[in-house]
């Protein structure tokens, strides 16, 4: 069947959209009509060249929509079902046996290789195979066959247009605090960089009680949501001192948990040097191959902090989002406040928005 979609050819460069072919169902593939979409840093990550996905290619990791055919093997859906699209992962090594899908042992070939396991791809034009499977899934199209490890059923009272996000950026920051910290009520914990990983990790932080919940942000306007949404404190970087604030914010004692989203790494050592005792650093954002991050070892030592790095906040995708669904349902996640809407023909006006912070969470809706 065809369908319509926006191609990364080239890196570096503006989306095409285009016409492409869409081969038949495999066995463990659902067809699934999107609705939307969300736009998220590691599609931009892939369209430069930052990560490996061979191009041209269809990427998009955050859809969600309708389920119109199923193959042989599939049992968790069918026809009809609304679903959220998350990562993929091979639900056969022994992370996933132990219920550790974002930490999958055949991650990048699940999620990046742009192939089938038997290398084909479900996306082509005139002959030209055409990346397909970003994620499970390629959602910057009309259609797509999607792996049955992506796939979450959802209520279908929920409307899909905004669901999209939940399958990776928003389920990162909230399963990051959720699932991964699981701060004690009563304790602070600092964000640094308040896009849409970032106030989803706010959000969160208000919902397991946190008493401290500071926000760092070069933009003012991201700044007031994140207010909004449950930080105590928010900090500009850009015109004040952040390592003077935090001590301020936090009597000299530091803090107890830091989730950060830039991956810079002048902030990582920030991040480092304003926990407490005991504290814990957590890392979700991704930076080039190589990057490093330098730590003085002297106070370091007697502090006994963590560093970890988080996956797809070490969330059960099937699991974690129809929580996350249930929050907003309670009125305790509010995670629309985010979205911003763009049609599929300004995919690239949506990229751009998002860099320069205009807009926090670009969902494009079909």
């Known amino acids: 069947m065809q369908v319509t979609a926006a191609v990364a050819r080239e890196h570096d460069a503006p989306f095409t959209i285009e016409q492409l072919e869409l081969d038949a169902l495999r066995p463990n593939e659902v067809r699934v009509r999107m609705v939307a979409t969300g736009i998220c840093h590691t599609d931009v990550l892939v369209r430069d060249g930052v990560y490996p996905t061979p191009l041209p290619a269809v990427l998009g990791h955050e859809g969600a929509g309708v389920v119109e055919a199923v193959g042989d093997s599939v049992v968790s859906v069918v026809p009809g079902d609304h679903v959220v699209l998350a990562a993929a992962y091979c639900g056969h090594c022994k992370r996933c046996r132990n219920g550790q899908m974002a930490y999958c042992e055949n991650l990048m070939a699940a999620d990046f290789g742009g192939r089938r396991l038997d290398g084909t791809t479900s996306l082509s034009k005139n002959d030209e195979a055409i990346s397909s499977h970003f994620f ?14 992506s796939v979450v059923r959802v209520d279908k009272d929920v409307p899909l247009e905004h669901l999209g996000p939940l399958g990776c950026g928003i389920n990162t920051g909230a399963g990051t605090v959720l699932n991964e910290l699981r701060p004690e009520i009563g304790s602070s914990l600092v964000v640094f960089g308040t896009g849409a990983v970032g106030c989803a990790a706010v959000m969160a932080a208000r919902i397991a009680d946190c008493a401290t919940v500071i926000a760092i942000d070069i933009h003012d306007s991201r700044l007031e949501l994140a207010r909004e949404l449950g930080a105590t404190h928010v900090i500009n970087s850009k015109t004040e001192d952040v390592a003077g604030r935090l001590r301020e914010i936090t009597a000299d004692e530091g803090v107890d948990y830091v989730v950060d989203t830039t991956g810079l790494p002048s902030l990582l050592r920030q991040a480092a040097d304003a926990l407490g005792v005991r504290g814990t650093l957590a890392l979700v954002g991704a930076a080039k191959p190589g990057t490093e991050v330098s730590f003085e070892i002297g106070a370091s030592l007697v502090k006994g902090w963590t560093f970890k790095t988080v996956v797809q906040g070490s969330s059960v995708p099937q699991v974690f989002i129809p929580r996350l669904i249930q929050l907003w349902k309670d ?36």
């Open 136 to 149: 499970g899934q390629s959602s910057f199209a009309t259609y797509a066959n999607v792996v049955e490890e």
């Open 331 to 366: 009125g305790r996640f509010p995670f629309e406040k985010l979205v911003s809407d763009y049609a599929l023909d300004d995919i690239n006006q949506g990229f751009e928005d998002s860099r320069s912070g205009k807009t926090i969470k670009p969902v494009i809706v079909f």
